[in-house]
């Protein structure tokens, strides 16, 4: 993982203070780590900006709910690229409730981008929701709050 100094340009030095990671992407690995996820995350530090990646990233051997939970804590923007099959993965849909939680209490700056799907799309994705819903219905009905809320924010569509 690169690293920058507090002396980089690209970067405001008061993040150095508070975060260890400046930007958290949250993504669907099947719909999107070998094209815009891995091309956003060499950008991102090649232009010297610490990046949390959960593959490259995420310690070998440590507890990866708690690991990506404290990841996004320790994040100053969280990137959530939603594509086609993102509801369809619980782990997906609990990173977005943290990422959506740690937005309203501690101002999280939350940058949505929508891959190859629309935001309309992904507010509705009932049939995944359905899935989940038999599995955990107080789970779901959060995971739904959460899609319709990340949705509402002004985002990218690629």
């Known amino acids: 993982m690169a690293s920058s100094s507090p002396s ?23 719909d999107t780590r070998k094209n815009i996820v891995d091309h956003l995350y060499k950008a991102l530090l090649q232009r010297g900006i610490s990046t949390y990646k959960d593959d490259e990233t995420l310690p070998r051997g440590e507890l990866i709910r708690q690991s990506l939970m404290k990841a996004i804590k320790d994040s100053y923007i969280a990137i959530i690229v939603f594509s086609k099959n993102f ?14 939680k740690c937005r309203d209490t ?32 107080k789970k779901a009905k959060s995971w739904r709050k959460a899609l319709v809320y990340a949705c509402s924010i002004s985002g ?3």
């Open 8 to 30: 980089s340009p690209s970067v405001p030095a008061f993040s150095y203070q508070l975060w260890k990671y400046h930007v958290f992407i949250s993504f669907r690995g099947v």
């Open 87 to 100: 509801a369809n993965s619980s782990w997906c849909l609990e990173e977005l409730s943290h990422i959506m």
């Open 106 to 137: 501690r101002g999280l700056i939350v940058i949505p981008i929508f891959h190859k799907v629309s935001p309309s799309v992904i507010q509705k994705c009932g049939e995944a929701l359905f899935e989940h819903k038999l599995k955990n219905e």
């Open 156 to 158: 990218l569509e690629t």
